[in-house]
Nanobody
């Protein structure tokens, strides 16, 4: 059983920073690609960033490129999302995902998901 637990969300002023963490437990967790998605109320989850199992490749949504950085520490079974220069439109619930393949489209059948963490950016 693979389990993902996110943390690090909260309330921050526009222009500020937050770092989200996602701890993965279970078999083969260090071999999974990982990603971050976010969801606005009443909308589908949208891609934010993803990283290969060995951290060689990272991909970002255009809306966060240059502001967010995804990373991982396989020794700690943890992925991170460093969010800088936060904007009001970054307010959402952020979800961590892990799987053999993580793409820009949320995969609820073949990937594992965390419970989500709320990020709120205020003016």
């Amino acid at each position: 059983q693979v389990r993902l637990v996110e943390s690090g969300g909260g309330l921050v002023q526009a222009g500020g920073s937050l770092r989200l963490s996602c701890v993965v437990s279970g078999r083969n967790s260090s071999t999974y690609a990982m990603g971050w998605f976010r969801q606005y109320p009443g909308q589908e989850r949208e891609f934010v960033a993803r990283i290969s199992w060995n951290a060689v490749r990272q991909y970002y949504a255009d809306s966060v490129k240059g502001r967010f950085t995804i990373s991982r520490d396989n020794a700690k079974n943890t992925a991170y999302l460093q969010m800088n220069s936060l904007k009001l439109e970054d307010t959402a619930v952020y979800y961590c995902t892990a799987g053999t393949f993580v793409t820009n489209t949320p995969d609820y059948s073949n990937s594992y998901w965390g419970q989500g963490t709320q990020v709120t950016v205020s003016s």
